[in-house]
């Protein structure tokens, strides 16, 4: 089991341009969350998702989009980029019922510049 | 805007000393609380998590909650120089959101 991946690991960004993390999970868990974190900082909720074809907003959703047509995959989108998205992007899930443990990808690193 | 306090650090506690980390939350109806270790540049992974009043231990980790005062908290007993990191305080809301501190960094000195 490969647990939850995200590519790319690293990239950079000129202002405007426009970019898709990609997370993918094989654990079969309903929720899943992207988070960013800025240095020395904590997690912040960007997008969450319950299940294929829901999704909903966290405490930082502007200038982002999310889809969920499939359990395994949640893909963020980044459209018109800003140096104020410059941070490290955590994609994570969790499996639902009684279990709220949260796994987390390797996170992605994203400069725009 | 549900907050999530902690005090940033860094700590620094000797090898073999205990050290406590501290965290409040500001939404009283919060009813599970967790605890993340971060090493730099990587992800975070869970230690411990509380649902009830109370202590809660497993091995050298040791989870408090105090809902009436809005407090949790995280002893380390025999601190390693491994443990050094960040410590993520986080409170799960309905809906399965969750919500982190800023976290507090930890050097344990051998």
């Known amino acids: 089991n490969a647990g939850v991946t995200q590519t790319p690991k690293f990239r950079i960004l000129k202002i405007g341009q426009s970019m898709t993390l990609q997370c993918t999970q094989d654990?079969?868990?309903?929720?899943m969350y992207w988070y960013r974190q800025d240095p020395g900082m904590g997690l912040k909720l960007i997008y969450y998702?319950?299940?294929?074809?829901?999704?909903d907003k966290g405490e930082v959703p502007n200038g982002y989009n999310v889809s969920r047509s499939t359990t395994e995959d949640f893909p963020l989108r980044l459209e018109l980029a800003a140096p104020s998205q410059t941070s490290v992007y955590f994609c994570?899930?969790?499996?639902?019922?009684?279990?709220?443990?949260?796994?987390f990808g390797p996170g992605t690193r994203l400069t725009v510049t | 805007q549900k907050e999530v306090e902690q005090n940033s650090g860094p700590l620094s506690v000797p090898e073999g000393a205990i050290a406590s980390l501290n965290c409040t939350y500001s939404?009283?109806?919060?009813?599970?609380f967790f605890w993340y270790r971060q090493y730099s540049g990587k992800s975070p992974e869970l230690i411990m998590s509380?649902?009830?009043?109370g202590d809660k231990e497993d091995g050298r980790f040791t989870a408090q909650l105090n809902k009436a005062s809005q407090y949790v908290s995280l002893l380390i007993r025999d601190s390693q120089p491994s443990d050094s990191a960040t410590y993520l305080c986080?409170?799960?809301?309905?809906?399965?959101?969750?919500?982190f501190g800023s976290g507090t960094k930890l050097n344990v000195k051998p």
């Open positions: 509380i649902y009830s009043n």
């Open positions: 654990m079969n868990h309903n929720y």
């Open positions: 994570a899930t969790v499996s639902g019922g009684t279990n709220h443990e949260q796994y």
């Open positions: 986080a409170v799960k809301e309905d809906f399965n959101k969750f919500y």
């Open positions: 998702s319950v299940g294929a074809g829901i999704t």
């Open positions: 939404d009283r109806v919060s009813q599970s």
